[in-house]
């Protein structure tokens, strides 16, 4: 049970490190956070059947996208959590390192690029995009501050428990 509690509070701190990169970005790099209402709304057509968009944007809203859009992203997070301890095993709980946390942050990439992404009309890894390249960079970004919250996260947990 406490390996699930720390599983949870990892995921949850490193989304919240993601979130904080997200919110940085407006003011450093001009860059809007991302969107969860997109999210919540992709994710509430698929209920109805409908798994793919041209653009999500242009989908119909769905009452509580934005909740819905916010509370999966934390799961998500926590789900990657939990595939950190799988693969390195409970053990890095009590001594978390940076390469496993960085490794699975960065590699959480796939998620947008191979599903996200397609499924909401902007094509795999961001093709159908406005500007391609920069959106990769940006999601590159916002993954890897993710694994360095997984590790934060991770090292505070092992200080407090």
């Known amino acids: 049970m406490q390996n699930l509690l720390s599983i949870v509070i990892i995921g949850i701190g490193a989304t919240a490190v993601m979130d904080l990169w997200g919110a940085l970005r407006k003011p450093l790099l001009g860059v809007p956070p991302p969107n969860y209402a997109m999210l919540g709304r992709w994710i509430a057509h698929m209920t109805h059947g409908q798994f793919c968009h041209k653009s999500i944007a242009a989908s119909p809203s769905i009452a509580a996208e934005q909740i819905i859009g916010w509370v999966a992203h934390y799961l998500t997070g926590i789900a990657f959590a939990a595939l950190l301890i799988g693969i390195s095993g409970p ?21 947008p690029f191979l599903l996200m992404q397609p499924g909401m009309g902007a094509g795999f890894a961001g093709s159908k995009m406005p500007n391609p390249n920069a959106a990769r960079l940006q999601s590159l970004l916002t993954h890897m501050a993710f694994g360095l919250g997984l590790y934060l996260s991770g090292l505070a947990v092992s200080l407090i428990c």
């Open 91 to 111: 053990a890095w709980i009590q001594n978390p390192t940076m390469g496993p946390a960085f490794a699975v942050g960065t590699g959480t990439i796939a998620a």
